[in-house]
């Protein structure tokens, strides 16, 4: 079945330091890929999506670009910032059943230090 | 415009006794979604409706779970008898239907469960 794996953390940054979160995906179809963010004491909150293959998503200094050769949807930011701490939770939708079910990683913690 | 909302906000029981969660969705939202989070683990999908009706309880212990969303608008998950592999966050989230690849869903703070 379709499965979403993301890098163990947590992974612990100083200030303005370069991200990455690696996130690969198997699934049968098209779907689209997101990644969701969840500030501590918060909600999930969708950070960015793609929805085809070599789409770049972006938002709040964020990027990620649908590769479809490699099965991978990789977290990026050049410079960040400790308001960045959160858990981080990569996701695609089972588009083949038309559900709008989303199926997510098992989460990513940044700790970010000043 | 207000997010989605959840009740109560945490919630410790017993084994074998039942509990309630509720959610009320973002108006005008067709779908609703119920997730269980395990800590440690990305949400689960337990059950999703289409205004009242069910789209996808396949992951649902329907033994011990239930849910319902009668009027198409608030839903209500509940939990009998509670066991302790059932402690966990359950996150309600919303969304219009058909358009997921462009809003995504938009989720609750979630109902943090511990079961003692």
């Known amino acids: 079945g379709n499965s979403v794996t993301q890098m163990e953390g947590p992974v612990t940054l100083s200030e303005e330091a370069f991200l990455t979160i690696n996130c690969t995906y198997t699934?049968?179809?098209?779907?689209?890929l997101f990644w969701y963010v969840q500030y501590p004491g918060e909600g999930l909150q969708l950070l960015l999506k793609?929805?085809?293959?070599?789409d770049k998503g972006s938002n709040k200094g964020f990027e990620a670009t649908y590769r479809k050769e490699t099965t991978s949807f990789h977290l990026e930011k050049g410079s960040v910032q400790v308001s960045d701490s959160a858990v981080y939770f990569c996701?695609?939708?089972?588009?083949?059943?038309?559900?709008?079910?989303?199926?997510f990683g098992q989460g990513t913690t940044l700790q970010v230090k000043p | 415009e207000a997010g989605v909302a959840q009740s109560p906000r945490y919630k410790i029981i017993e084994k074998r006794q039942s509990v309630a969660f509720w959610c009320n969705p973002i108006s005008g939202h067709a779908t609703l979604y119920w997730y269980q989070q395990i800590l440690g683990q990305g949400p689960k999908l337990l059950i999703q409706f289409q205004n009242n009706g069910v789209v996808d309880d396949s992951q649902l212990p329907k033994d011990r779970f239930s849910a319902e969303r009668l009027k198409g608008v608030d839903s209500t998950l509940k939990i009998q008898p509670a066991k302790l592999e059932d402690s966990a966050v359950y996150l309600c989230?919303?969304?219009?239907?058909?358009?997921?690849?462009?809003?995504?869903?938009?989720f609750g703070p979630g109902t943090r469960l511990t079961v003692t």
């Open positions: 996701a695609l939708s089972d588009d083949s059943s038309n559900t709008g079910k989303l199926i």
């Open positions: 989230a919303s969304s219009f239907p058909g358009v997921l690849a462009v809003t995504g869903q938009y």
């Open positions: 699934a049968t179809g098209y779907p689209s």
């Open positions: 793609a929805t085809k293959a070599d």
